[in-house]
């Protein structure tokens, strides 16, 4: 049956699902009836599809549990428009201005930050010669 099981597709699809949500080779193993050596084998073939689902996984549990990014980013956009707007009637001696200029700082960064990369795989270019596949295409914006 571990012969059968090594080449069954459905469960290596099961070990990068378990394997992206950070189960260890051990428990994978107890759970899939496979060998540690079958399962590190698969983890160097299947390593982009696990990266992969680890980011959706990590983009799904950041939906769930944090405001959407585009509603966080609007509403800082929306104070740094009020802060700017104050800044324009304003004075740059006076001592005020400057924490305004603090402030106006303060939200683009957090926009900077709200708005930052997320990586789904690394280029082709750094996937090691024996392990890259012909049909694999390096995605540029």
Not at 73 to 92: C, M, P, S
């Amino acid at each position: 049956m571990a012969l059968e099981t090594m080449n069954d597709a459905e469960t290596q699809q099961k070990f990068v699902l378990l394997r992206s949500q950070g189960r260890s080779f051990a428990r994978i193993a107890e759970d899939l009836k496979v060998s540690k050596p079958t399962l590190i084998k698969w983890s160097r073939k299947f390593q982009y599809e696990i990266q992969n689902q680890r980011a959706i996984n990590l983009e799904a549990l950041q939906e769930k549990w944090l405001t959407a990014r585009d509603v966080r980013v609007n509403a800082i956009g929306e104070q740094l428009r009020q802060v700017e707007a104050e800044l324009a009637k304003r004075d740059i001696t006076e001592l005020s201005t400057v924490r305004l200029f603090s402030l106006a700082q303060s939200l683009r960064r957090q926009i900077q930050h709200e708005t930052g990369p997320i990586q789904f795989t690394v280029p082709t270019t750094e996937i090691p010669h024996e392990e890259y596949v012909d049909n694999v295409q390096d995605w540029k914006p």
